[in-house]
Nanobody, 123 residues
Framework: QLQASGGGLVQAGDSLSLSCVVS????????MGWFRQAPGKEREFVAS????????SYADSVKGRFTVSRDNAKKMVTLQMNGLKPEDTAVYYC??????????????????WGQGTQVTVSS
């Protein structure tokens, strides 16, 4: 199971750090990803990190502002979000896929999802 936390209400330009803790399974064998879904929009890719942590990928809209990292010993993946914009407002979800190499930006490939955490950025 995945448990995401860290969301909240911030102002434009502020920073937030989201965390996703994994219980059960072999976390170090999971590719992890972050997705977000704004009201009335489809869920979209934000960032992904390989099971080794050596490979990351980002949506163009967050490159240079967001950083994904993982701590396999703590079974946790983190999304550091800097320079937040109102358009970053969404429910953020963490996801995992077991036994896959590299990073994954296709939500259909992930087989485990967290419950989501709300991020609201005011202008």
């Amino acid at each position: 199971q995945l448990q995401a936390s860290g969301g909240g209400l911030v102002q434009a330009g502020d920073s937030l750090s989201l965390s996703c803790v994994v219980s059960g399974g072999t976390f170090s064998s999971y590719v992890m990803g972050w997705f977000r879904q704004a009201p009335g929009k489809e869920r979209e890719f934000v960032a992904s990190i390989s099971w080794t942590g050596t490979m990351t990928s980002y949506a163009d809209s967050v490159k240079g502002r967001f950083t994904v990292s993982r701590d396999n010993a703590k079974k946790m993946v983190t999304l550091q979000m800097n320079g937040l914009k109102p358009e970053d407002t969404a429910v953020y979800y963490c996801a995992g896929r077991y036994g896959y190499s590299g990073t994954i930006d296709n939500l259909r490939i992930y087989d485990v999802w967290g419950q989501g955490t709300q991020v609201t950025v005011s202008s």
